[in-house]
């Protein structure tokens, strides 16, 4: 007989965080938001490395995660996970000219086996490369765990980002088999259509906070991956206990993302797709037929010009949720998040806010 869990399990849409009586001073509201410490040092499990930034990540997807990406990110002391279409040469050049944004970044990887030879191959020629991040659509298999036993053994000092899971057993495993920071979502993404084709998924909200739990038990972080449609969400995501956010749809569409600026009736859109949509698909003919269980979607956003002005709207939004509920720190975000349910998000009698 099939089992039903009935314990509710929620979305970022299902929340908001309660504001809080503060001690913060200063003399004006906006010195106090603006002296909001958003940096984080985190001590890796596995790896035995440190990091320190803020931590929200760019996705490894090839709109996305570029080098161009990662070059504006990190003046912001943001993350990229670069997508796993660049050839070891461009790492090569990539690292030559920029060995700062290096340490900044972490080299993405699937699990086939030319996935692994790429993956020595590109460590070999960037040697200084900190990160790796082992995606797949599906975290469960044991294919990928003996993966992720591999990819430990031949680096011992890297730090591994792998996934994608959403229960706390598997975020166990995963820590246990080596990985350091355990990627959190199946389904919400922006151009994700895993819950309409396969039917699997698991509220995020949720989720992160599950999660979260397993891995800080053992001493592990997780990034919370997908879901984020405003730096409202990104607030939610830190609030329930992610280490790190990752973003995609969030961060497409601006000159830093990969592809042309398309012009329709006088608008400016850029494309932007799923790693397994038909688009990447034919792209990487061949390379991503396996990447992802489920198609993705191609949408073409509105071109948003440089991605530091987005950045500054998601940094802006964290640094007032601190204010609101009292912390001085992110770091202290999760340890004063109290989420209260809620049925409506926004009053949209004036059209949905942008
Ligand atoms: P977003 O920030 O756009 O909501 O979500 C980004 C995340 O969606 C990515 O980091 C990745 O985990 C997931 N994703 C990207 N492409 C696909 C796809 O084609 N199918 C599925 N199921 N997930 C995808």
Redesign the pocket.
Known sequence: MPRIDNDVKLDFKDVLLRPKRSTLKSRSEVHTTLRVDLKRSFMFRNSQQKYEGIPVVA???DTVGTFQMAKSLAKHCLFTCIHKHYSTEAWREFADNNPDIVSNVAVSSGIGQNDFQKLCEIITAVPSLRYICL?V?NGYSELFVEFLKKVRHQFPDKTIMAG?VVTGEMVEELILAGADII?V?I????????RKKAGVGYPQLSAVIECADAAHGLGGHIVS?????CPGDVVKAFGAGADFV?????LSGHDESDGEVIQKNGKKFKLFY????AT?MNKHAGGVADY?A???KTVEVPYKGEVTDTVLDILGGLRSACTYVGAGKLKELSRRTTFIRVTQQTNNIFGMPT
């Open positions: 996705a490894n997807m995606d659509a994608n990627k979502g389904g919400p993404g922006s151009v994700c259509t895993t991956d997908g879901g984020c449609t990752m973003l995609g749809g969030m799923g790693m397994s949509s990447a992802r489920s198609e993705g």
